[in-house]
């Protein structure tokens, strides 16, 4: 009995050790990331013109809207996957421009009157070449309209799509990834329901009316693209331990940021600038649970979320893993403990 009480006593001892120094280095972490943003890139980033080969510095999300949508395709590693999912938001894009001629487009890739779009692809610092795949899109569809921006090394998906939307020129933003997972189409679902949304409020008129009114990127709406509808085929189909750590993902989810979004995971998601500017200048996560700080960042904003059912399929490649869990509960501790203490400050 003495010898299993001991065993008892060592095992708490180690036990508590280890929670305190997770909690001290969690709470350490949060305040070096408090610093004035400086887990982020430093450098600023820049788009190469393949005429030029010249490297020029992109606009910011703080000036006025120039196009009416701009896309956001974050990409690592992505020389296999990109091409497929380039050439099918191309098309779209070409196509819907047909049927207005009013409808121009760009595209970046980060590696009301007149409607306008882009695409940013962001080389999140690639070792493959996904670069030069991505650049062969911007030389044939010219400058213009695809845009690759290169952050140098790899820095995480949320530092990807940080920077695209940092540097976007629409009214309208959207972040999609670069496997083609769902139908680059189903912008329209968001598109529409974030017009819906402002027009139901009244808070916005059309661009050529008065200076009194306000256009669609002054007003902040944050739309979310979900595969929830989908959840019970996939309980069915997944093994039983990654149901199990779906939903324990799920409650640590709720626990960090609060409910109100069922599917913060899914990769297709649109904002106004207004409501872009607001979170993305604050957002200090870097990898896969900024989805979650973002909802976070939204409703401390109040900004108005919606959840739409998209079209999704699942894509091999996918770089989250069971390796890729104790990353996401690390940064939604790091979340939960800088902005309830206070050390994460959030600008307006």
């Known amino acids: 009995m003495g010898f299993f009480w001991a065993l008892f006593e ?11 120094g997770l909690l001290a280095a969690i709470v350490f972490a949060s305040f070096n990331r408090s610093r004035s943003h400086k887990c982020h890139v430093e450098a600023p980033p820049v788009f190469e013109d393949p005429n030029s080969l010249k490297s020029v510095l992109v606009p910011h999300i703080s000036d006025p809207a120039e196009k009416y949508i701009s896309l956001i395709i974050p990409a690592y590693n992505e020389e ?13 894009l070409e196509e819907r421009a047909a049927k207005d001629k009013a409808f121009t487009y760009e595209i970046n890739v980060n590696l009301g009157d007149v409607l306008a779009y882009r695409v940013i692809i962001v080389d999140d610092g690639s070792a493959d070449g996904t670069k030069r795949v991505a650049f062969d899109f911007v030389k044939k569809y010219t400058v213009e309209n695809v845009r690759l921006v290169l952050l140098g090394r790899n820095h995480g998906k949320g530092e990807a799509i940080r920077k695209g939307m940092l540097h976007s020129r629409g009214e309208l933003l959207l972040m999609l990834d670069a496997d083609g997972a769902t139908k680059v189409s189903d912008l329209e679902k968001l598109e529409n329901q974030i017009h819906a949304v402002a027009a139901k409020e009244q808070q ?7 200076d009194a009114t306000l256009r669609i ?4 709406i944050a ?19 990654r149901n199990f750590l779906m939903k324990g993902f799920h409650l640590v989810v ?3 940021a609060g409910p109100g979004i069922r599917d913060t995971q899914c990769g297709f998601k649109m904002f106004t600038r207004a409501a872009a500017r607001k979170l993305f200048t604050n957002i200090r996560l870097k990898r896969w649970c900024f989805d979650v700080e973002l909802v976070y960042l939204c409703k401390f904003f109040r900004i108005p979320m919606i959840e739409i059912s998209v079209s999704w ?21 790091l979340m939960s403990v800088g ?9 307006s």
């Open 223 to 241: 739309a979310f693209g979900s595969r929830a509808h989908l959840e019970e085929k996939a309980l069915a189909s997944r093994k039983w331990y």
């Open 313 to 333: 399929s699942e894509i091999p490649g996918s770089k989250v893993n069971l390796f890729s869990i104790p990353n996401m509960l690390w940064e939604m501790g």
């Open 80 to 92: 296999h996957r990109l091409p497929g999912a380039l050439d099918e938001t191309l098309n779209y």
């Open 204 to 210: 916005y008129g059309d661009s050529a009316s008065s």
């Open 217 to 220: 990127s002054d007003v902040p």
């Open 254 to 256: 709720l626990l960090a």
């Open 339 to 347: 902005y309830r203490t206070g050390m994460w400050k959030i600008h």
């Open 10 to 20: 060592s095992l708490s001892i180690v036990a508590s050790v280890f929670a305190f």
